[in-house]
């Protein structure tokens, strides 16, 4: 049997190298300034295939042929009118065609167009595949912006000149190989009415001139708004989109849209302190019939109306039925598809009209906001109801007051002068000197001497009774004792209530303000944003239950939140020099959600109130200082013996014996209930009694009257003006502060809380569900320092030290966390001035005799002869800025494990070591160098780090080109 081995090429055909055949690209602009009555723009733009910039890659280059040209026309046609008419009338037109063909054809993508074409020999068919090869777009635009007239006069409400009419025209039409045509033709009318004037107020009475009425007398008020306008817009909007295939039946869609929009602002200045605003805006869709479906032809398909009712056969009997429906639907206004309006009221009390009370300055807003946005037209039930519509109101309420009692203290002279340490000096007027004429011809110097003995003897009186009137300086004992009852220098409060509701599933539809025919819903107090009351007695929803969704399946849930902010700043100066900040904040939020349904109990409808559920967060300034320096082990044992203390004052079933896990506590309530350990974490950390604290903190702070407690930072630089420092210290400052917070940056509402009967049910801990769950709870505080020393020589010697300590608590469901750190900052500096180590010595250019002569100062002996400039001059010198730094911090944090008792175990800390000396100096405007020593040690508290030294040096040069 004989093998045969042997190969065998086959020759292919293959594809090498590109088309790099090129393109050409031209662009042609034409503007034509028709002087001021406006301007032509023509322009053209072609671009060929293969076409690219020079940035473009092969495969980027233009993959189709581009032509467009556009004409626009923007001139002012009142221009062409009669000059008496005043018409400004803005005209703008745009007619721009485009159109794109692609170099393959976009159905056989393997030839190009031009191939296909030469393939085919029926010209219609040619026309037919070019057709739908090419993409076109044409956009026609007329638009008439803002016709007015200044005819008539202006500034009245009835000028015509406070009218403007606008309309709009665009058309766009859109062809490319899959839609044979879209296109959108949107028309607008508008009307525009603006009305604004400068206030003018009425002061009745303005002639009384007595001071102690000037409350009265500046009374007034305003009888006319400062500005009324109101702009009116008919949008319709219609597109028809038609595809190529099929032929049969037609495949086109239809979209209808006419809307009305309005818009209305009134500003009214009621008094000069009193300011009203208001803002509406109301959008309605004007319903039309509209053609749907498929069908061989566009005009076979059925008409429908908004409701989805088919109304071919009105159609068919009246051609105008649609025209009609249409403008049925436009004298009613349309369908209102959304309602909102802004109100605001600011008020100025008029302390300053007092005079006794102008050191006063107040003021409060108030601002409310109403919507109401209308519901999809789908049903969600057999019996067709609607989902009905969304209302939502807010509103904002703020009072801000500023206390300036400086200047209640400088109305009185006296207290004034404790301040400044001088009585107030009233300025008097030198008396003329008496003209003495000698007209009788007596002897000349015995006149004088008559006069003069008189002038004597009144100038005495004079004096005397200046002396007896002039207030005398207050002593040194006066303003040591009264000056510190005169220490706070100003109170400033600032408080702001925000609050918001949105309830869905409203019913009635919005007329006239967005209320119901009637003005009947949702009522007046709704749309001036006071919030319903949503639970307890006289509840808003349930008294209203007409309005709102009847349907079993309606599920949407209303929402209420609120948010309250609270600050308040004091200045405390017991005396000059010497002040202390003291700050309160606050800030509360909390968000309400529930689903107001119809359910059907014992065979008749009812409304309930389900799914309640609370959300929310608060932060306010603290004090735990009493605690900040107790031993942290002490204050744990303190916390666990106040949990068992809070376990048995919580509500409970009577006799609820002992906690299955922890027999010292009482049943329901362990060790690691909410309930129990945040009251419990607040009296240990506070020194509060655990028979004492409030059980539940979150209604503490989210109550009105809970007044956060106070910060402070306080400031001392009056020891550099005593007369034993004046001449060696510029400046010594002291300063020390104290921040806290507490904050809890998550609450909420258990789902598994039964509100009607808490006890009825256990968590697998055994212990009752929480109303609300409040995963941490966290203090912060820090001395910011406890004491700090600035302190600066008259030869710019610095020297800064700082004591500085915090601590930071955790709370969270099963454990604590402590965190404590202490530092100690120290740092200095010092200028060496006018150093010339690096500095050149400059020589002067000698002077000639010729400028010896011009310069009058060249003379040696004159007196006002200048230095002789033949001598080397001194470069100026620079400064040496000598800075170091000094610190040291220790902290640490350790973690209590609530659940099983453990000690505290450190997880984390350090011990830091830092020193960073510098030395500067500039020696030109353009060089600097800056030697640098940078040492860090870091010593861990645990044994899960290692230490870590850091040892940096060197010189840096910093050259600045210019």
Do not use: C
Not at 145 to 161: C, D, E, L, R
Not at 515 to 524: D, H, I, K, L, R
Not at 620 to 641: E, I, P, V
């Amino acid at each position: 049997m004989l093998l045969y081995n042997g190969e065998v090429w086959v020759n292919e055909m293959r594809v090498t190298g590109f088309d790099e055949s090129g393109g050409i690209a031209a662009q042609a602009k034409l503007q034509i300034q028709m002087a001021d009555l406006g301007e032509l723009n023509f322009s053209g733009n072609y671009s060929s295939i293969g076409f690219g910039a020079l940035d473009k890659r092969l495969m980027e280059r233009n993959r189709e042929e581009t032509i467009q040209y556009d004409v626009a026309a923007n001139i002012d046609a009142g221009k062409i009118l009669p000059k008496a008419l005043q018409l400004s009338i803005p005209l703008y037109a745009q007619y721009q065609k485009t159109y794109i063909t692609p170099q393959f054809d976009p159905f056989d993508q393997d030839l190009e167009v031009g191939e296909k074409l030469s393939l085919i020999e029926d010209a219609s068919k040619r026309d037919s595949i070019r057709e739908v090869a090419r993409e076109e777009i044409t956009i026609k635009t007329f638009n008439l912006t803002n016709i007015k007239t200044q005819a008539g006069g202006t500034g009245k409400p009835w000028s015509p000149s406070n009218l403007g009419l606008s309309y709009a025209y665009t058309e766009n039409t859109k062809s490319d190989p899959i839609i044979k045509q879209d296109k959108t033709v949107q028309r607008s009318l508008g009307l525009d009415y603006v009305y604004s004037r400068k206030s003018t107020y009425i002061e009745p009475f303005k002639f009384i001139k007595v001071n102690a009425l000037k409350l009265i007398s500046d009374f007034n008020f305003s009888i006319l708004p400062s500005n009324f306008s109101f702009t009116s817009r008919m949008i319709n909007q219609d597109n028809s989109r038609t595809f190529r295939l099929p032929d049969t039946p037609v495949f086109i869609f239809d979209d209808k849209r006419f809307r009305w929009e309005r818009n209305y602002v009134l500003d009214w200045d009621l008094t000069k302190s009193l300011r009203f605003n208001f803002r509406a805006n109301s959008m309605s869709i004007i319903d039309q019939i509209r053609q749907s479906g498929i069908a061989d032809t566009p005009e076979e398909r059925d008409w429908f109306d908004r409701d989805g009712n088919n109304v071919t056969l009105n159609v068919i009997d009246d051609p105008l039925y649609p025209e009609k429906y249409r403008n049925q639907n436009l004298r009613n206004l349309g369908r209102s598809k959304n309602y909102n309006h802004n109100v605001s009221l600011n008020y100025k009390l008029p302390f300053k009209s007092i005079p006794i009370l102008e050191w006063i300055n107040a003021g409060a807003d108030y601002k409310a906001e109403y919507g109401w946005d209308g519901g999809s037209l789908i049903t969600i039930d057999d019996i067709g109801t609607p989902l009905g519509n969304t209302i939502r109101n807010g509103q904002n309420a703020g009072f801000n007051v500023t206390f300036d009692f400086s200047k209640l203290y400088s109305k009185s002279g006296y207290l004034k002068s404790i301040e400044t340490g001088k009585a107030p000096r009233a300025t008097r007027k030198k008396p003329e000197p008496a003209v003495r004429k000698n007209i009788s011809g007596k002897d000349k110097t015995e006149e004088m001497s008559k006069e003069e003995d008189s002038e004597s003897v009144a100038s005495k009186e004079k004096k005397k009774t200046e002396k007896e009137d002039k207030p005398r300086d207050p002593s040194m004992a006066e303003r040591v004792i009264l000056r510190p009852l005169m220490l706070i220098r100003s109170v400033k409060f600032n408080y702001k209530d925000d609050r918001t509701t949105l309830i869905p599933g409203f019913m009635p539809q919005s007329k006239l303000l967005g209320q119901s025919e009637g003005f009947s819903a949702p009522g007046w107090d709704f749309i001036a944003g006071v919030q319903p009351r949503i639970s307890g007695e006289n509840n808003w929803l349930q008294k209203n239950q007409g309005w709102f969704n009847p349907s079993y399946n309606f599920n949407d849930a209303l929402t209420q939140t609120k948010r309250q902010t609270f600050d308040a700043k004091l200045l405390i100066e017991p005396f000059k020099d010497f002040s202390v900040d003291v700050t309160f904040k606050k800030n509360y939020q909390e968000s309400h959600t529930e689903v107001f349904r119809n359910k059907k109990m014992d065979g008749e409808d009812t409304f309930l109130q389900l799914a309640k559920y609370d959300v929310g967060s608060f932060d306010a300034s603290f004090f735990a200082m009493n605690t900040l320096f107790d031993n942290s082990f002490g204050l744990y044992n303190q916390f666990k013996d106040n949990r068992e203390i809070i376990s048995r004052r919580l509500p409970n079933i009577q006799n609820p014996g002992v906690h299955p896990s922890d027999p010292s506590y009482a049943g329901g309530y362990g060790p690691s209930h909410n309930s129990v350990t945040v009251p419990a974490f607040i009296a240990a950390y506070t020194r509060q009694s655990a028979f004492d604290v409030e059980l539940d903190q979150q209604k503490v702070f989210a109550s009105n009257t809970y007044i956060p407690k106070p910060n402070w930072q306080l400031n001392y630089n009056g020891l550099s003006k005593l007369k034993m420092f004046k001449s060696i210290f510029s400046n010594i400052t002291i300063k020390h502060g104290y921040i806290s917070t507490i904050r809890v940056s998550n609450f909420q509402t258990s789902p598994n809380f039964n509100s009607n009967d808490p006890f009825i049910e256990l968590s697998p801990n055994n212990n009752y569900y929480s109303r609300l769950e409040i995963p941490a709870v966290s203090i912060q505080e820090q001395f910011v320092p406890i004491i700090g020393i600035s302190v600066k020589t008259v030869k710019d010697m610095k020297l800064d030290f700082e004591y500085k300590m915090t601590r930071n608590l955790e709370l969270g469901i099963t454990q604590l966390r402590e965190n404590k750190s202490k530092e100690i900052v120290i740092g200095g500096g010092y200028i060496i001035k006018d150093v010339k180590t690096f500095s050149k010595k400059k020589k002067a250019k000698k002077k000639t005799k010729k400028d010896e002569e011009a310069d009058p100062d060249a003379d040696p002996l004159s007196p006002k002869a200048k230095p002789s400039n033949n001598r080397t001059s001194v470069a100026k010198g620079r400064d040496i800025r000598i800075n170091f730094s000094y610190s040291l911090r220790d902290d640490i944090s350790q973690i209590y494990d609530l659940l099983t008792g453990i000690d505290a175990q450190a997880d984390r800390g350090s011990k830091t070591v830092t020193l960073n000396p510098t030395v500067e100096y500039d020696v030109n405007k353009n060089l600097a160098l800056r030697f640098y020593f940078d040492y860090s040690k870091i010593t861990p508290r645990t044994s899960l780090s290692f230490p870590v030294t850091t040892i940096r040096s060197g010189i840096t040069l910093r050259f600045n080109i210019n």
